[in-house]
């Protein structure tokens, strides 16, 4: 900075106004609601977490049923520690077990076993039903579309900086 320049001062805090605050608190409820009632739909039927439920879609959806441990972490939107900590407890559970990959000495994949694969085919069917029950039965057809759009920009921006991989979209619907 040369001698004489002003010096930069922070920008203005952009404070949400009424109906701003109020679209912000009620999305952040609907989400951690949300969240909350199918963590326990899926706990209370099948006994499996919900995070731990996502890593088996992930895995029953992967060439082979087998993904690298850190493919495994961002197709989750996990951290490294944590899906070694999941794999951990599926493995002792018998659902996926661990094999080295071959095309890196270092790195591992996960594997869903047949155990694992009948694990979840016994937990999506009141899954799907719950979130079909919170979500979509509450929804018309516009609305469901509106809420896949507003999803995939928010999507797109969020994983726009390159720190998060982007999300494993199914392919898009033409509308």
Known sequence: ?????????????????EQEQRTWRSFLACVQLLMDRVDRQLQ???????????MLVRLSEAPGRS?????LAESSLSSRSRVSHAVARMEERGWIRREACATDGRGFNAVLTDEGMKALQAAAPAHVETVRELLFDRLDT??????????????????????VSPVPLIAPLSD
């Not at 209370?44 to 996502?54: F, I, L, N, P, W």
């Open 67 to 71: 993904l690298r441990m850190s493919e």
């Open 1 to 17: 900075m040369a001698f004489g320049e002003a010096i930069p001062t922070p920008q203005a805090t952009r404070w949400l106004d």
């Open 142 to 163: 516009e609305q469901q579309l509106q809420l896949r759009h507003i999803s995939e920009t928010l999507l797109q921006h969020l994983t726009a900086t390159g720190s």
């Open 44 to 54: 209370h039927d099948s006994g499996v977490v919900h995070t731990y439920y996502e």
